[in-house]
């Protein structure tokens, strides 16, 4: 059983890897121990499941993060299991923040102070139950934060289908554009920021080559197309389909040769809702597109593997 256990374990870590490889992580460590040097903590050793390190658009180092892996059946997934693993989480950010063991690695410019939590219920998940946990958990008031993000089934499921939207639908010029905020650069990266994944909005752009024939030499020439893209994890309403095309007006994204706006559907009936009603919605908008805006939406669905393939479109 023991056995079984290591090996679904590793099986989770395996998962977050490849995940996080997919957003532009880079994974710096798994599998590390370290001694614990606060006796507050009442440990001898911390276990650090994988260390990773992500460029950050809005920080001037580089964010560090450990993240812990808890694969369970939903029964052992209690209000007091997942608030002892998100202190323990905390522990072992603050020793490792403080400790000697980690100088073989390469940590330089590197701030280790972010820890996410990756909670699996590998039987029938209960998302009900699950944010009664959460919703339990109280702040831990610390004179240096370390901020803890906490993802269950719902979330690595779709982060999944996000990755796998990217790799399958846009080419190897897909970045994420982050815009700028107190007076920052706007910026963009193969890089997806915890903000980012954990946003119900959030933008790319992507290029790809068209092959036309020049029509004065006869040659195939490749004409670069140039793509706006809005993803949204939102509600798919009426409501929500306004506020995509709005933050698509705010940051002037019109000049691009495509309009993308990316769903995520979560009923049976979203797929056929959305293309029968988004373009329409927009027309409804104090800014409405014309005709040749319209005529470059593209309208694309994240799989929601909770469906079937027939509501996704698959």
């Not at 280790?112 to 944010?131: E, Q, R």
């Not at 963009?188 to 790319?204: I, V, W």
């Not at 373009?279 to 319209?294: H, R, V, Y």
């Not at 694309?300 to 079937?308: A, C, K, M, T």
Request: glycine share 4%; with cysteine.
């Amino acid at each position: 059983m023991g056995e079984n256990a290591k090996k679904i374990g590793e099986k989770l870590e395996g998962y977050g890897e490849k995940l996080f490889e997919g957003f532009g992580w880079t994974e710096i460590a798994r599998d590390r121990e370290i001694k614990c040097k606060k006796s507050l903590h009442k440990k001898q050793t911390h276990g650090l499941d994988i260390l990773l390190s992500l460029n950050h658009p809005y920080k001037s180092h580089k964010q560090g993060i450990v993240v812990e892996c808890k694969n369970r059946q939903m029964v052992s997934i209690t209000d007091k299991n997942i608030s002892d693993w998100v202190k323990e989480l905390i522990n072992s950010i603050d020793c490792a923040q403080n400790t000697d063991e980690l100088l073989d690695l390469p940590l330089d410019d590197v701030v280790i102070n972010t820890g996410l939590l990756l909670v699996h219920a590998n039987d029938k998940y209960d998302d009900v139950k699950f944010k009664k946990s959460i919703n339990k958990l109280s702040a831990i008031s610390r004179r240096d934060p370390i901020t803890i993000y906490i993802a269950s089934n719902n979330e690595i499921n779709r982060w999944n289908s996000l990755r796998d939207k990217i790799i399958t639908t846009f080419t190897k010029e897909f970045k994420f554009i982050y815009p700028s905020i107190n007076n920052s650069n706007q910026k963009s990266g193969t890089y997806m920021t915890l903000e980012y994944l954990y946003s119900k909005y959030f933008l790319g752009l992507d290029t790809y080559y068209k092959t036309e024939i020049d029509s004065r030499t006869n040659i195939s020439i490749n004409i670069p197309k140039m793509q706006y893209i809005v993803f949204s994890f939102d509600e798919n309403i009426v409501e929500s389909f306004k506020y995509m095309w709005s933050i698509f007006k705010f940051y002037q994204m019109q000049a691009a040769d495509e309009y993308v706006f990316v769903f995520y559907p979560r009923t049976a009936n979203d797929v056929q809702f959305i293309n029968e009603n988004f373009i329409q919605a927009l027309k409804g908008t104090e800014n409405p597109p014309d005709d040749d805006m319209c005529n470059k939406i593209k309208i694309e669905f994240i799989d929601n593997r909770e469906l079937s393939p027939v509501d996704t479109g698959r």
